[in-house]
């Protein structure tokens, strides 16, 4: 999870450099805190969550006495209910400025068509927009330890009431991610993640498996 955030925080500041990105879209928030430490003056967060995970986050943060920044906007959305573009336009995110999505530990419990209608919303932002999100890989794929591994947490999350229900391999998400006029830009895996940002640490602290990759696309410049 550390891993995930900093790297989509660290694609979202290269969009400012490079995209004059002004908007950060938050799928799935949860508890997730770059609101409150939104270096960028500019840069207004929209937070997309179930509608009693953001009330549950609301309370939290009235219990620990941190302020709601100006520059956050809650966006309640039931997706068995809810367009999520409608669901945007009516909180004021604006469609036509460049915007830097992060979906995090959201994607692998969802439906393919669930997944479509989101990428389809987040394909049609303005060049300069960007998306990460992490996935997993199809169990054939992997060595047979992991499927083990996979099996096991698989089994876990399915007791929770979350399973796992989407899969892709780095071709096919690609393959996939071209309906929705988005490229992508990086696709990586455990080890280029633990070279990237885990390298040369004295607490053996290390990413295992291949089973989960982070994906960075970008929308197709050939639409624009």
Not at 15 to 41: E, K, M, S
Not at 167 to 187: G, H
Request: aromatic share 8%.
């Amino acid at each position: 999870m550390v891993c995930r955030a900093r790297f989509a925080e660290d694609v979202l500041a290269a969009g400012v450099r490079n995209h004059g990105v002004r908007q950060a879209l938050i799928l799935g928030a949860g508890l997730d805190t770059f609101a409150l430490r939104n270096p960028y003056p500019d840069m207004h967060v929209f937070e997309v969550d179930h509608p009693a995970t953001q009330s549950w986050k609301r309370e939290l943060l009235a219990t620990s006495k941190l302020p709601i920044p100006d520059a956050l906007t809650f966006v309640p959305v039931d997706f068995e209910r809810h367009s999520l573009r409608q669901q945007l336009l009516q909180a004021g995110f604006d469609f036509t400025v460049p915007t830097a999505t992060a979906w995090l530990g959201v994607v692998p419990y969802l439906m393919q068509e669930a997944f479509a209608a989101t990428a389809l919303v987040l394909g049609r932002l303005p060049a300069g927009s960007s998306l990460v999100f992490d996935y997993s890989q199809p169990r054939e794929v992997l060595s047979s330890v992991e499927q083990l591994m996979l099996d096991s947490l698989s089994a876990r999350v399915a007791l929770a009431g979350e399973p796992f229900q989407l899969f892709f391999t780095p071709q096919s998400l690609a393959e996939e991610l071209t309906r929705y006029d988005l490229t992508v830009v990086e696709d990586l895996a455990s080890d280029a993640l633990n070279a990237r940002y885990l390298a040369n640490r004295t607490d053996g602290l290390h990413l295992r498996g291949k089973a989960g990759r982070l994906c960075h696309a970008e929308v197709a410049l050939a639409r624009q």
